[in-house]
């Protein structure tokens, strides 16, 4: 299996933070070189671990925008 690189372009926030410290996030990450995109995801303390997470492009994150508003979440 290929190495997967990464970079945390933009920390956008924190969502929420376990009892063992790791935190899910939404940030701004450029996978394999790629241009960033918005991701959320479970993060080891120092970013060492990722757990299973979503990659959401910029058309995707502003129809989740719309329907969240549109419902009043």
């Known amino acids: 299996?290929?190495?997967l690189k990464f970079?945390?372009?933009?920390?956008?926030?924190?969502?929420?933070?376990?009892?063992?410290?790791?935190t899910k996030e939404l940030n701004l990450i450029s996978w394999n070189g790629r241009e960033p995109k918005y991701d959320i995801r479970d993060w080891s303390p120092n970013h060492?671990?990722?757990g299973k997470g979503v990659t959401l492009s910029t058309e995707e994150i502003d129809v989740l925008k719309r329907v969240l508003f549109e419902n009043n979440f």
């Open 7 to 22: 970079e945390i372009t933009e920390h956008i926030a924190v969502l929420s933070e376990s009892s063992k410290g790791w």
């Open 48 to 50: 060492e671990k990722m």
């Open 1 to 3: 299996m290929a190495e």
